[in-house]
């Protein structure tokens, strides 16, 4: 049998870690180690503040930490718009699917559009998978690997901040869960990566699971002019089989994707 024990104090260890000798120093915090964060929206207004990343793989006791926290700066203000085809409910509240009610003789399409990235999606999800299989750590809001930036969706790697808790080479999987009403479908996304070599490569494309090529092969891939000189744009398109998917977007940790 075996048991969780604590590291020693001032040190930590990744989930999953076997062994004391899996055991790190902490190193002195950084701003780099602080995450903005929004409260919940209530009644059309949301507060910006800030905290540690998690999992902490820094000082966060000490005085110059404290300090660093203490002083952050609180922001209230309009909470950020939906994204098309959501509202706020009554209260101002989350983001739900608007309704619509059609005229008769014509019926509604509905679509998921994911764009302004204010908010983490509900059934978008990611987890870790490295040499040895699947990590314990599979929460949505893993501040070590997808997360949300300056209106989009990066690999954290991207950043270029330090104390990284997933080594490079493991893969971040990120899923969104979605059904599909029509026959067909269609999906439309952009990526951009550091260069078009690593797409299918350090960069991959699934659904439920199996290369989108081999599953999808009416999906479309077209190279557009990246928004940075350093980075190249992808575009795939086309329809999606009607019924239940996982769409996953796997990145190997380190290599530069957003």
Request: charged share 15%.
């Amino acid at each position: 049998w075996a048991k969780c024990l604590p590291c020693p104090p001032s040190t930590w260890a990744p989930a999953g870690s076997l062994g004391r000798s899996a055991c790190q120093q902490r190193r002195p915090c950084t701003s780099q180690d602080l995450k903005v964060v929004n409260t919940p929206c209530v009644h059309g207004q949301w507060t910006k503040t800030r905290t540690w990343k998690q999992p902490s793989v820094c000082l966060v006791n000490a005085s110059d930490a404290l300090a660093m926290l203490s002083g952050a700066s609180v922001q209230t203000g309009p909470c950020a718009p939906c994204e098309l085809g959501m509202a706020r409910g009554a209260a101002g509240g989350r983001c739900v699917p608007e309704i619509l009610t059609c005229p008769r003789g014509k019926h509604a399409v509905s679509q998921l559009v994911l764009s302004r990235w204010a908010e983490w999606p509900r059934n978008l999800s990611q987890e870790v998978v490295g040499p040895q299989g699947r990590s314990p750590v599979v929460e949505a809001a893993l501040d070590d690997g997808w997360q949300l930036h300056e209106g989009g969706l990066v690999m954290v790697d991207a950043l270029g901040g330090p104390g990284a808790v997933v080594p490079s080479g493991q893969d971040v999987l990120l899923h969104l869960d979605l059904e599909v009403l029509l026959s067909p479908g269609h999906l439309t996304f952009f990526m951009e990566v550091a260069s078009d070599t690593m797409w299918g490569v350090h960069v991959r494309f699934l659904v439920d699971g199996v290369p989108a090529s081999l599953v999808q092969p009416e999906l479309m891939t077209t190279w557009l002019r990246g928004s940075r000189q350093d980075r190249s744009l992808v575009k795939v398109s086309g329809p999606l089989s009607q019924g239940l998917h996982r769409l996953t977007w796997a990145c190997l940790h380190g290599s530069g994707a957003e």
